[in-house]
Structure formats: structure tokens, C-alpha cells
């Protein structure tokens, strides 16, 4: 079974520029999550998606965050513009659904560095 | 507060022996799981052992193993006979009920470097 997919790998942007991350979860998976990992840190939950509808944002700054997850399979992560304190790693995770005890499934992350 | 402790930064263990990340947690809720993942440098997060907060007996998985004490609200991760591979950052993490249901809190992580 395929794990969950990601792309870029890496990526390094000017701040101020944009960047657009891609994540394509586990066959099936009904939940998708987008963390953010800073440097020394453990992941933070930016947002959760539910099918195609957003379960939490609480902490997504949407000023220039934002994501969407189309007919409730891939999704993408933007950010517009770009600041020094988002260089981190973005992960995807994905769990068959919310309720009962699944276990959330990671990706390999894509690795931001603002300059 | 904190809702997910790790209090060991780095730990070191010699190869083939046993060893024990920390962790503690703090919650209310009656209904939460507890989790935990190791992160290579390669950065994948890799899923090891989940506990549930209703289940009697601590959690295996193969060499891994959950010393759960719910009324210490700890959930030390052990290692037995450690290997090479096992140099990784670790993480512990919870899961509670309610709004945000499926949403993990994590801890800072601790580095585990084995010595051959």
C-alpha cells in the first residue's frame, strides 16, 4: 500500500514569494492534516480536513495560509507571502476518519527554508 | 501548560540494551490516546505504539513497549535491545476527544543515539 505522498521535497523562497505544497494521502483516508515542524520542535497542527471540509483551523495564520482539499483527495498547503519564521517542515498526515482509535499516517514533509 | 512533557533532550544507550524515553501528559478528559513516533533524519514521522486511555493492559509492539500509568499521567516509551537504527528523534503525543477530535499535541521530542 502506498504511503502518503508529498511533494516538493525541499524547497527555499525569498520572503515575501509564495510557495504551494502538495500532499496526496493513503488510499481511502478520509482525514488529512497539515503540520508545521519548526527546528527542535514537534509538529504543530496548522489545519485538518475532513473529506473536503476543514474540521480545524484554529491555528492556520490566514492571513497567509491557506489550503483546500478538492474532491476530498489531494490537497495543498499555500502561503502568500512568505516570512522568515515559516522556514519549517510541512507534513502531511492522513487516518481513515476521525472517530474510533486510527492511527495518522505521515508523510516524508517538505522542507522550507525562507531567506 | 504543557499538554504533552519531554524532559529528556538527549539520550544515549548502548546497543543491545534496554532503554526509557519519558513522557508525561495533562488532560482532562477521560477519553484520549496516547502516541508515539519516531522521526530519522530523513524526517518522515513513523508511527510506533498507540495506548488508549480505557485499556487495561500497557501496549506492545514488537520491541517496543508503553509503561502507561494513568494516575501519573505518564507514558514512558521502552526499548528493548536497542540497534543502530533506533538513533532517531522520538516523539509522544496525544489525542483527545471533543471538537478537534484526531488532532495530535505533541511533545519537544527526544533524541535517542545508540552506541554500538
Known amino acids: 500500500e502506498a504511503g502518503v505522498a508529498q511533494s516538493p521535497r525541499y524547497k527555499i523562497i525569498e520572503k515575501r514569494q509564495s510557495v504551494a505544497f502538495w500532499c496526496n494521502p493513503i488510499?481511502?483516508?478520509?482525514?488529512l492534516y497539515w503540520y508545521q515542524q519548526i527546528l527542535g520542535q514537534g509538529p504543530k497542527l496548522l489545519i485538518q480536513?475532513?473529506?473536503?471540509?476543514?474540521?480545524?483551523d484554529s491555528q492556520l495564520p490566514k492571513d497567509r495560509f491557506s489550503a483546500e482539499r478538492l474532491k476530498g483527495v489531494d490537497s495543498t498547503l499555500k502561503i502568500q507571502p512568505a516570512k522568515l519564521e515559516d522556514s519549517a517542515v510541512y507534513l502531511c498526515?492522513?487516518?481513515?476518519?476521525?472517530?474510533?482509535?486510527?492511527?495518522?499516517?505521515f508523510g516524508p514533509g517538505t522542507r522550507l527554508l525562507v531567506l | 501548560a504543557q499538554k504533552i512533557t519531554q524532559t529528556q533532550p538527549g539520550m544515549f544507550v548502548q546497543e543491545k540494551e534496554a532503554v526509557t524515553l519519558d513522557c508525561t501528559y495533562d488532560?482532562?478528559?477521560?477519553?484520549?490516546?496516547l502516541f508515539w513516533y519516531k522521526q530519522p533524519s530523513s524526517g518522515e514521522m513513523i508511527f510506533l505504539i498507540y495506548?488508549?486511555?480505557?485499556?487495561?493492559q500497557n501496549a506492545t509492539e514488537g520491541r517496543y513497549s508503553l509503561n502507561f500509568q494513568k494516575a501519573r499521567k505518564s507514558a514512558n516509551l521502552v526499548i528493548s535491545a536497542s540497534q543502530l537504527g533506533d538513533s532517531a528523534m522520538y516523539f509522544c503525543?496525544?489525542?483527545?476527544?471533543?471538537?478537534?477530535?484526531?488532532?495530535?499535541?505533541f511533545g519537544q521530542g527526544t533524541i535517542l543515539t545508540v552506541h554500538p
Open positions: 498526515a492522513s487516518s481513515p476518519a476521525l472517530a474510533g482509535g486510527e492511527t495518522q499516517y
Open positions: 488532560t482532562s478528559d477521560p477519553s484520549y490516546g
Open positions: 488510499s481511502g483516508h478520509a482525514t
Open positions: 480536513f475532513q473529506n473536503n471540509g476543514v474540521v480545524d
Open positions: 503525543a496525544m489525542r483527545e476527544s471533543g471538537t478537534s477530535y484526531g488532532k495530535l499535541t
Open positions: 495506548q488508549g486511555s480505557y485499556d487495561q
